[in-house]
């Protein structure tokens, strides 16, 4: 089943069947403000980029991002070794990055061309250049060592470009982790998303969890359920439907939601959607969500299918940002009291925390 979805390995599968106290991880690995840096990082829409300097902080890197007269995409430090000011606020001559303060001038591996003055070039005036790797519409961006960027690693979602998608950027003002905690538990439909995806049924449906290496997957099926209002308007259905919910999470950042909806006892295909979202941190505090829908129906610019991801995003945003100023406030770090339905989050919290220490234990 595995090989159906996005990236996925055989073997190395570790399910979550023997723990039974889902409490005793918890107490280890709260929602963490640390940042993976060894890992790719979805950085940009590729229709964000264009031959215009874009500046975007990633993983607390603050980068430039632009295209060449070819069209391919650059990243580099957006920071001038010479007074660090942002590159970002300089100018494009052709393919040559000018400095907006002092005239360094850069190509788009980062080599300093010329230095205003003098005609030989200080060895330490080249600029950081990022791995970058730009597939399906998408920029990822590697802002760890240069080393370990490997591209083979980078989840492959061909659906962004290959179905019907829509795709924005929402600004977070909390952690990423919350983010993560959120997508993983998706009980939280019935409550915060009533009037849109949200049913009864996703809070009372128990959850099957597996791990796939680095890729965690949380399941939820349901039977002769209610139809929420999005996809009612989305596919016409009327309760009761069939729906299930199949979470890809590629810690310790990106995840897909494999969507399938019908008509209650259909075995049929039905409507088929992936809902996808880059959690890309800004800093330890802020975070990018890129978000995006893609359905299984042909790309029409004419035709325009309904979609209200938007306001799905936009009340996971209002949530996650009260429980950040919550959990800032809270001095005392009162523990947090976790149940069954939390085991696809507790998961993907502990496989982060091994990459954060693996990556400190060098």
């Known amino acids: 089943m595995l090989k159906n ?14 723990i039974d106290r889902p409490a005793d991880i918890i107490a280890k690995s709260g929602p963490s403000d640390a940042i993976v840096k060894n890992a790719w990082y979805l950085g940009a829409w590729s229709d964000e980029v264009t031959h215009a300097l874009f500046a975007r902080r990633i993983a607390d890197e603050p980068l430039v991002f632009y295209r060449s007269e070819d069209g391919t995409a650059v990243a580099l430090a957006d920071r001038c070794p010479h007074r660090k000011f942002p590159l970002s606020s300089g100018n494009l001559e052709g393919d040559v990055l000018q400095c907006g303060y002092h005239g360094f001038r850069f190509d788009t591996d980062g080599t300093c061309l010329s230095v205003p003055g003098q005609i030989k070039v200080p060895l330490s005036a080249n600029v950081r250049s990022y791995p970058l790797v730009e597939q399906f519409g998408q920029i990822w961006v590697f802002p760890g060592d240069p080393a370990l960027a490997d591209a083979a690693k980078i989840p492959r979602v061909p659906w962004t470009s290959e179905w019907w998608s829509s795709t924005g950027c929402e600004p977070l003002n909390a952690r990423a982790s919350l983010l993560i905690d959120n997508l993983l538990d998706l009980s939280h439909e019935t409550y915060i998303h009533a009037s849109g995806i949200g049913s009864p049924e996703v809070a009372e449906t128990p959850i099957e969890v597996e791990r796939d290496g680095d890729v965690l997957w949380v399941r939820r099926k349901m039977f002769g359920v209610e139809c929420p209002p999005n996809y009612a308007k989305s596919t016409g259905l009327e309760s009761p439907i069939d729906r299930s919910q199949e979470i890809q999470f590629f810690a310790p950042s990106f995840y897909v939601l494999h969507v399938r909806i019908a008509k209650a006892g259909d075995t049929g295909p039905g409507f088929l959607s992936k809902v996808v979202y880059g959690i890309t941190p800004e800093t330890a505090r802020t975070t990018h969500n890129f978000y995006g829908i893609c359905r299984d ?41 976790s149940i069954g339905i939390d085991r696809g989050g507790l998961l993907g919290r502990r496989m982060i925390a091994e990459m954060v220490r693996r990556e400190a234990s060098g």
């Open 297 to 337: 129906v042909p790309r029409d610019p004419n035709q325009k299918p309904f979609s209200g991801q938007r306001n799905t995003v936009r009340e996971d945003t209002e949530c996650l940002e009260r429980l950040e100023r919550w959990i800032v406030a809270d001095t005392d770090n009162v523990p947090e009291v």
């Open 5 to 18: 979805y996005a990236g996925a390995r055989p073997g190395n599968t570790d399910t979550m069947s023997t």
